[in-house]
């Protein structure tokens, strides 16, 4: 199974996401949406899962959870801006999701890709939208497949 990871985009859906993840079985949004008719664009891809982030107005609060957990593939995965955990690194994010295989996750912009305690997969695959801090847009890929650890990339866009 393939994901495609996003976050971030702040009403901004770059064209170039839609080439990233043309194969893509399933789309993960860390929040930070922007506007709901983004992820009906997203949704003509594949199935996705969502969560709003600290600058999601209450259209998209009323309609998306703060946290998401999904079972893909056998592996348990969930969604958050992280924002509620104010800057979070990995080791914070899995004490804070303890049960999870792999947490995505957004707010700062800055993309990473790290195995915590050598089993958890956490991603945030940084901004897609406007640049912002200096940090150049992108996204994620992840491929995952039952019995073997996740396998993930940072994609950036132009």
Do not use: C, W
């Not at 891809?45 to 593939?73: I, W």
Request: proline share 9%; no cysteine.
């Amino acid at each position: 199974m393939r994901l495609g990871v996003i976050s971030d985009t702040h009403g901004m859906l770059r064209p170039e996401v839609f080439e990233v993840f043309r194969d893509v079985d399933h789309i993960l949004h860390g929040g930070d949406v922007g506007r709901l008719d983004l992820l009906v664009e997203l949704e003509a891809l594949a199935p996705v899962t969502a969560v709003y982030g600290n600058s999601d107005g209450m259209e998209l609060r009323a309609k998306l959870p703060p946290v998401a957990a999904v079972d893909l593939e056998g592996f348990r995965v969930v969604v958050t801006h992280g924002d509620q955990l104010g800057r979070p690194t990995p080791a914070q994010l899995r004490q804070a999701f303890p049960d999870a295989d792999i947490i995505v996750y957004g707010h700062s912009h800055r993309p990473l890709l790290e195995l915590v305690d050598e089993m958890v997969t956490v991603i945030n695959p940084g901004g897609a939208g406007a640049p912002r801090f200096g940090i150049p847009p992108s996204v994620g890929i992840l491929e995952l497949e039952a019995g073997i650890p996740p396998r993930g990339r940072i994609v950036a866009l132009s």
